[in-house]
Every structure is written in C-alpha cells, then in structure tokens.
C-alpha cells in the first residue's frame, strides 16, 4: 500500500508545485504500438533484482505496510461498512471500461489534493482514484501531512476517528520497519518512496449522494540509495471507499485495501538506486480524472 500531486512530501515535488501535474486522455481500446512485449514463460524473476534475502525483507515491509493501512482504515472495525446506501442503490460490478469522457479534469486543491469533483458517477470515480494516490504516498508517512490528508479528503465524522487508527498504525516501531526515522524521514544519503498509480476504477453502487468505488492500483515502495537493504519495490492491490456526497464534494466514509489482482512479472532489467531516486524527484504525478 500500500494513499507533489501524487506523493504529498518531499521528493515527489511538493504539495504545491502545479509544474509537476500531468494529465492524461487516451482513447479507450488505444494500444501503444511501441511497448515492449512480454514473455509468457512465467518466470518469477528478472534482471538485477535484489537478492532473495533482501526480497523476503521487502516482502515483509511490503506486509507491514497494507496490514497498517488495512487496519487503520477498517472504518467500523470489521475491515468494511455497509453506509454507502443498500437496496435499490446497489448494484452488481460491470465490466465499464475506464475511458476518457470528454469531462475536464478538475482544477481545485484541498491541502494539495485534487478536489471540486462532479456530483455524478464519473465524478466519484475520479475523487476515488485521487484519494488511492493520496493515501498511497509518502506524506502519509509523517504525522502533519497525514492529518491534513485525512482531514482533506474524508468526511468530518469519519476523520477524527480515522486520525487516531491511523497515528498508532504509523508507530515508531512500523517507520522503524519501513527503514524510516521516527518521525518519518528518510536516513541520510536515501529516498523514500511511496507512490500509487491507479490503474483502472469501477463503480459497484450509486445512489447519487452515496458511492462505493473500487480502484485496482500499482505502487512503489521502499528506499532507493548506495546500501539499501529495502529497494523499491512493485505491490499490487485495489481499494474499495465508501463515498458520501458532503460540502459539495465527494469524500470518503470508510475504505479497505486487499492485495492484487497482479500480473506476471516482467523481464525489465532492474534500475539502479540513483536512477530511481532521480526519477521519483523529477517526475510528479497525475491528476486522475473519469
């Protein structure tokens, strides 16, 4: 989980800093004709991995990191709520694509995060995959930027108990795990990285001020520099909110986190710890819209 623009901390280009915000339309079903193809021999392996004692660390790290997530946002305590509206609201997943609709990008902030989202279907789509990036970076990582985080995009009855979970998940011992200081920063000479990249979103009910949205995200995690015992990683997980209209915006009621669906492995040779640190540093994120 594993919530700039994409990463709400250092390293990722700030809260602030519109430089960074990229968005994106490509048309459903549009194929790039000069993306690598993949072998299908299934192997588990690539090119200049870390070594197997150092991939069951990360594995370890990458557990951690949804066990707290998962935890903290368990919302009643059971890991899933059932306020989003029931009955005639809900309905089963469809197989909707998620295309670019002709509808624009949303331009206002919240404490760095995207918000004025449209009161609709796609709208709430959108606020969902923008709340995954959110809770996927590495501002979710040190106690003042969580909070503004959590106060942005969820709703006021839902926050403060959410800010509690959340402090004893994120706990000296977890950063400790993670290869963090204390209070969240990276040891000297390293880069932290937390960064979600949704991948695609689905609707599976709508009740016009209520939504439940699903959104099957990609993540980086771990700590690029000379000697880490942590390299960045790829996990795979989707994340279910629970939406309620409220101030004229979608915000989030409750949400869990499971791991996948993921993908067979590719045969990418492995960057070095300078190539990813730069890379993280000099890219921002995207604004995802419907």
């Known amino acids: 989980m594993s919530l700039g623009d994409d990463g709400y901390g250092g390293g990722q280009g700030g809260y602030d800093d519109d430089r960074h915000v990229t968005r994106t339309r490509l048309p459903e079903g549009e194929v790039d004709p000069y993306a690598p193809t993949r072998r299908g021999s299934g192997r588990s392996g690539r090119s200049g991995r870390p070594s197997s004692r150092n991939l069951i660390t990360v594995v370890g790290v990458v557990v951690l990191l949804i066990a707290a997530i998962a935890f903290a946002n368990r919302g009643d305590g059971s890991g899933s709520s059932d306020d989003s509206g029931g009955g005639a609201n809900q309905r089963p997943a469809g197989s909707q694509a998620t295309a670019p609709t002709g509808t624009k990008p949303v331009d206002g902030r919240t404490?760095?995060?995207?918000?004025?989202?449209?009161?609709?279907?796609?709208?709430?789509?959108?606020?969902?995959?923008?709340?995954?990036?959110?809770?996927?970076?590495?501002?979710?990582?040190?106690?003042?930027?969580?909070?503004?985080?959590?106060?942005a995009i969820h709703t006021p009855d839902a926050a403060p108990k959410l800010q509690g979970q959340l402090d004893q998940a994120y706990s000296t011992d977890f950063l400790k795990n993670v290869g963090l200081q204390a209070d969240g920063?990276?040891?000297?000479?390293?880069?932290?990285?937390?960064?979600?990249?949704?991948?695609?979103?689905?609707?599976?009910?709508?009740?016009?001020?209520?939504?439940?949205?699903?959104?099957?995200?990609?993540?980086?995690?771990?700590?690029?520099?000379?000697?880490?015992?942590?390299?960045?990683?790829?996990?795979?997980?989707?994340?279910?909110?629970?939406?309620?209209?409220?101030?004229?915006d979608w915000k989030i009621v409750s949400s869990s986190q499971k791991q996948g669906p993921a993908p067979v492995g590719g045969d990418d040779r492995a960057s070095g710890a300078d190539e990813i640190a730069n890379a993280v540093s000099g890219y921002g994120g995207f604004t995802y819209a419907r």
């Open 185 to 248: 920063s990276a040891p000297k000479g390293m880069t932290f990285v937390s960064r979600t990249v949704p991948v695609g979103s689905k609707t599976t009910s709508y009740g016009g001020d209520d939504a439940t949205v699903e959104v099957w995200c990609t993540g980086l995690v771990g700590l690029a520099g000379q000697g880490s015992t942590k390299p960045v990683t790829q996990t795979w997980f989707t994340i279910t909110q629970k939406l309620r209209w409220e101030n004229d």
């Open 111 to 151: 404490g760095g995060i995207a918000s004025g989202f449209a009161h609709s279907e796609q709208g709430a789509q959108s606020a969902a995959a923008n709340f995954a990036v959110a809770l996927g970076g590495d501002g979710m990582f040190k106690k003042d930027s969580r909070h503004a985080i959590v106060d």
